[in-house]
């Protein structure tokens, strides 16, 4: 069964930052493209950054040059490391997952990822 488990959202300041991790087990698939994906209440979710299995990062306007993607193989963990943090980063946070031929994709509004988690909370407070 296919699971994706996030922690490490808080709350913090203006110009702090956050390191958000996520353990994923059960995907059956080699190749594979994951990433990041946050949600507002009331408005559309938007892709952030996405890495594929060959290491090969992208990233949404909004958060390129302050965010990083990244992964860990041998412990099947995905990492966002987040610097620079606004207020208007303050969304829930999802880890997503979705099949390698898709990573060109996902990233931007409307997020096409097809499975994600139960996300964890980012607030930066002003």
């Known amino acids: 069964q296919l699971q994706l488990v996030e922690s490490g959202g808080a709350s913090v300041q203006s110009g702090g930052s956050l390191r958000l991790s996520c353990v994923a087990s059960?995907?059956?698939?080699?190749?594979?493209?994951m990433g990041w994906i946050r949600q507002v209440p009331g408005k559309e979710r938007e892709g952030l950054a996405a890495?594929?299995?060959?290491?090969?990062?992208r990233y949404s306007d909004s958060v390129k040059g302050r965010f990083t993607v990244s992964q860990d193989k041998t412990n099947n963990t995905l990492y966002l490391q987040m610097d620079s943090l606004k207020p208007e980063d303050t969304a829930m946070y999802y880890c997503?997952?979705?099949?390698?031929?898709?990573?060109?994709?996902?990233?931007?509004?409307?997020?096409?990822?097809?499975?994600w988690g139960q996300g964890t909370q980012v607030t930066v407070s002003s």
């Open positions: 997503a997952i979705d099949s390698y031929s898709r990573c060109g994709v996902v990233v931007g509004p409307r997020s096409g990822f097809s499975f």
């Open positions: 059960g995907y059956p698939y080699r190749d594979f493209c």
């Open positions: 890495i594929d299995s060959d290491g090969r990062t």
